[in-house]
């Protein structure tokens, strides 16, 4: 089975703090995403990365930024953690199929509380 | 711009019902299709991937079908179980950034609770 994992269940930071959210994936899979859940607002994507050191924005990048030094280990980043960063955190992984199709596997997530 | 929606956004069914939900997106072409279940609190959970060559996905008492054409896939859920009860979120793969990775669309989910 494949296994996505994040490093925290529950995190409660201060504001401005330096916070790191890291997930890590046991598959070898090439995709990596890090998603935050908000009542109301779905899940939006802040960055994905689609192979070591490379990555992309997501549709909410403002405020992070992510780092991919090995294949199964990508990192989130809040430089100064703001309360309006309060969020359910989730990582994601995807995994290419015969034929280009391709599906994602999630880790339990973390719920950041900024105070 | 690609849109999922789920309606409705809340159901409540007594025990043994069979039901059906439904995802709608706005943009036929797309590639796979996959749903998932989340219990609170908790990660998303794979349920079903139908994928680009497919109409249809079973697993179980989960039956999932996908129309490109018309823009809808339907989630299937035979004899329901209090255990059943749960979000289900759709989500569809339209695009294809410019790294060549596929983008995921999620719906907002149906919150499905299931009494005994």
Redo the contacts between chains.
Sequence with gaps: DVKVTQSSRYLVKRTGEKVFLECVQDMDHENMFWYRQDPGLGLRLIYFSYDVKMKEKGDIPEGYSVSREKKERFSLILESASTNQTSMYLCASSLELAGGDYEQYFGPGTRLTVT | KQEVTQIPAALSVPEGENLVLNCSFTDSAI??L?W?RQDP??????LL?I???QREQTSGRLNASLDKSSGRSTLYIAASQPGDSATY?C?V?PLM????????I????TRLKVLA
């Excluded at chain 2, 999620?106 to 989910?109: L, R, S």
Aim: positive net charge; without cysteine; aromatic residues 18%.
């Design positions: 590639y796979n996959q998932f609190g908790k990660g998303l959970t794979s991937l994928q680009s060559s979120l989500a793969i950034t410019t790294s060549g990775t596929y983008k995921y999620f719906g907002t989910g």
